[in-house]
């Protein structure tokens, strides 16, 4: 068995569902037509532009939890890459 | 069970595409304007527009970007500009294999703007790097304030924002300032500029910077460009 560990920002437009649907297709009739993909969804993260104050938060514009400061978008948020590759070694 | 650490972009193979679309922009003295808009926000306006300001300081081209027919192609050509038109079928943006093929097939022989009208979305072009020297999102009054809040990716790569329709801002009561503060928490208040297509507001200014931006990147290798 082989499982993919797949890492996705939320402040991107993939969604998990229509990767792992394509996956389906170009993986049929190949070595990982049976592999597992297994989804790593990061929160956002913004920094407060008054203290600094760095939080995940939901929503753009959200207030800054610590001093109700404005935020902006930091640097989570953005990812889409494979983190991980797990395959059956033959070991237990 | 063996754990591998792969750490890979899986949109790499685009990245490293676009990587050589902007080695080939720079030796043709090409600056390229990935233009990305909601549909109808007035993007083939817009261009038409810069065009028409700057047309005796550069050379253009366009490559339209719509998932199906040539309207907007046939707008550009009809007024002599070098104009590619990409249908993209059912995909929903532009990527740098397409503009590949379709920038080889312009001549570059003097400096050119050229410009990318991608496809009408606030959401999939935003992952897709082209090869371009500048992103440009452009807004209108008629869509509403809220996008920045709705659409944060598209506006996270923005060079520049445009707020175009500025004619129809009463109209559409368009709040600027909590427009202006969604981009602001999205990332460092890029320049703002506000157009309005049909009354021809605001272009000289839009137009000024762009030319600036292409000095910045073309000045150098050809000297004169703009008569000072
Ligand atoms: N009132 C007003 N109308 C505008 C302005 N700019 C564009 N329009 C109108 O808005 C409509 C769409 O303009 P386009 O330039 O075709 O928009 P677009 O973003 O290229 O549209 P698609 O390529 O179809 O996504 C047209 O009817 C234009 O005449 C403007 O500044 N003010
Ligand atoms: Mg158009
Ligand atoms: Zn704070």
Redo the contacts with the bound molecule.
């Keep these: 068995m082989t499982a993919i560990t797949i890492v996705v920002g939320d402040l991107t437009s993939i969604v998990d569902e229509s990767v792992q649907f394509y996956f389906n297709i170009m993986t049929k009739g190949t070595i990982l037509e049976d592999a597992i993909l297994r989804f790593k969804r990061i929160a956002p993260e913004f920094v407060c532009t008054d203290c600094g104050h760095l939080f995940t938060g939901r929503s753009i514009g959200i207030r800054c939890p610590d001093c109700g400061g404005k935020s902006i978008v930091a640097d989570k948020g953005q990812e889409f890459y494979i983190e991980s590759v797990e395959v059956d070694d033959g070991a237990d | 069970m063996g754990r591998i650490e792969i750490r890979r972009n899986i949109l790499e193979a685009n990245e490293n595409l676009a990587r050589r679309n902007r080695d080939f922009f720079a030796s043709n003295d090409v600056l390229v304007v990935n233009v990305m ?10 261009i038409l527009k810069t065009i028409e300001s700057l047309a005796d300081q550069y050379a253009f081209a366009v490559i339209e970007g ?1 998932m199906a027919s040539r309207i ?1 192609a046939d707008v550009m050509a009809e007024r002599g500009i070098p104009v590619e038109q990409i249908n993209t079928g059912n995909m929903c943006h532009l990527d740098a294999n397409m503009i590949r093929e379709a920038a080889g097939k312009f001549t570059y022989d003097r400096p050119t703007i050229l410009f990318i ?1 991608n496809v ?1 979305n606030l959401v999939c072009p935003s992952e897709f790097s082209l090869g371009e020297d500048l992103n440009i999102v ?1 807004a ?1 009054t008629t869509e509403g304030h809220d996008k920045p809040y709705k659409y944060p990716s598209i506006y996270l790569r923005a060079d520049a924002v445009l707020i ?5 801002l009463e109209a559409m009561e368009f709040d600027r300032k909590m427009f202006c503060d969604g981009v602001a928490a999205v990332k460092p208040m890029p320049p703002l500029f506000e ?5 021809g507001s605001g272009l000289d200014d839009w137009a000024c910077w762009l030319a600036s931006e292409c000095e910045r990147k073309l000045g150098g290798t050809r000297g004169k460009l703009a008569e000072g």
């Design positions: 808009a909601a549909p109808g926000a007035g993007k083939t306006s817009t719509d907007d009208e009408g452009i209108s175009n329709k500025i004619d129809l157009i309005s297509c049909r009354n």
